[in-house]
């Protein structure tokens, strides 16, 4: 098992641009999540899958942002028309709930964002 | 609702000196407690958890955290620091179910 996995590990776009992160988490995890972490501060939830569910979105989560997780494998956030508040380090953690499963989040080493 | 607080942004020990980071918690349900470090540029690996088990919860590295109610208190300590504990340690606090609510962080500097 390899872990979840995030790419690109870095991304600088200018403001404006559209972006487009990729997480895969461990293989039949069925929940993944996705978390945005500031300088300095704890990562903060932004939405959270269920298979291809999504079934939580915070209010972080501006019109701007979509989450997609078209097959319940990998899931993709995008952000679009980029703003300078928008820099931050993008995590996605993945877990197995089940019977028995305690819900256990295990987290990509992220996609930092620099947005210019 | 879930929340955490953890006192003390910086935290600076001795190597060998003991390590006690401190996290208090409130939340509405049963918790589920965690501690996660995380070192420069990279995501976060899970040290510990409580899930309603054993109230002393052994990690890796060395650390370990008890969970007490009374005290709404889930401290994570080490008994000897060494140079490669050095890093960011956050707490976090589920109701069981979805979201992980973090707090702050820990920054734990070790001299020498």
């Known amino acids: 098992d390899t872990g979840v996995s995030q790419d690109p590990r870095h991304k600088i776009t200018k403001r404006g641009q559209n972006v487009t992160f990729r997480c895969d988490p461990i293989s039949e995890h069925n929940r993944l999540y996705w978390y945005r972490q500031t300088l300095g501060q704890g990562p903060e939830f932004l939405t959270y899958f269920q298979n291809e569910a999504q079934l939580e979105k915070s209010r972080l989560l501006s019109d701007r942002f979509s989450a997609e997780r078209p097959k319940g494998s990998f899931s993709t956030l995008e952000i679009q028309r980029t703003e300078q508040g928008d820099s931050a380090m993008y995590l996605c953690?993945?877990?197995?709930?089940?019977?028995?499963?305690?819900?256990?989040?295990?987290f990509g080493a992220g996609t930092r964002l620099s947005v210019l | 609702a879930q929340s955490v607080t953890q006192l003390g942004s910086h935290v600076s020990v001795s190597e060998g000196a003991l390590v006690l980071l401190r996290c208090n918690y409130s939340?509405?349900?049963?918790?589920?407690l965690f501690w996660y470090v995380q070192y420069p540029n990279q995501g976060l690996q899970l040290l510990l958890k409580?899930?309603?088990?054993?109230?002393l919860v052994k990690g890796i590295n060395g650390f370990e955290a008890e969970f007490k109610k009374s005290e709404t208190s889930f401290h994570l300590t080490k008994p000897s620091a060494h140079m490669r504990d050095a890093a960011e340690y956050f707490c976090a606090v589920t109701g069981g179910g979805n979201k992980l609510t973090f707090g702050t962080g820990t920054q734990l500097k070790v001299e020498l």
């Open positions: 939340s509405s349900v049963p918790p589920y």
């Open positions: 409580y899930t309603s088990a054993a109230t």
């Open positions: 953690a993945s877990s197995f709930l089940g019977q028995g499963e305690k819900n256990i989040q295990y």
